[in-house]
């Protein structure tokens, strides 16, 4: 069974860091592009960014490129979402994903409030 | 940057015929996904590359795209298929992936 289960989400100050991990299992994880969402609170999905199996290939949304890096750690089956500068627009649910045609899974997400 | 477009909204009668649009210049080119979002829960892949049906997804759900324009339509649509449905593809470069801004359906 496909799990992806993220981490790391909180209440941060705006200029703050923070740094999403999500799990995976139940696949080959270092076979499949990996990507993060975002949403939101009532508002609708955000593409964020997404790297290839390797970890040597990555593409950001235009917003949160040079604030936000992709990475993984495929010996651990984890994805990673470092995210610098912080600002209240970035208060969201932030999701991981995979995806390749009809294999496709989301995590259930974490929240992350950047609020003083 | 790139961006899909839908209908912030789409209602009809169960039974009924929904059809949701997303219009992308890149979608000539670039294969559409369709997304089904209910309240509270990730997002459900219902078609990929413009298309195909994903095992567990119900025949009244079809896809199809023309030119800029991709289209979801539910067939029949039924209470439970209240939802908001996404679209979602790729720029012209194929780098950057994108989601529309999301259709509500209501059946009712």
Known sequence: EVQLVESGGGLIQPGGSLRLSCAASGFNFSRYWMHWARQAPGKGLVWVSRINGEGSNTTYADSMKGRFTISRDNAKNTLFLQMNSLRAEDTAVYYCRVSSGAFDYWGQGTLVTVSS | ?108
């Open chain 2, 1 to 108: 940057s790139y961006e899909l477009t839908q209908p912030p909204s789409v209602s009809v009668s169960p039974g009924q015929t929904a059809r949701i649009t997303c219009s992308g210049d890149a979608l000539p080119k670039k294969y559409a996904y369709w997304y089904q979002q209910k309240s509270g829960q990730a997002p459900v892949l219902v078609i990929y590359e413009d298309s195909k049906r994903p095992s567990g997804i119900p025949e009244r759900f079809s896809g199809s795209s023309s030119g800029t324009m991709a289209t979801l339509t539910i067939s029949g649509a039924q209470v439970e298929d209240e939802a908001d449905y996404y679209c979602y593809s790729t720029d012209s470069s194929g780098n950057r992936r994108v989601f529309g801004g999301g259709t509500k359906l209501t059946v009712l």
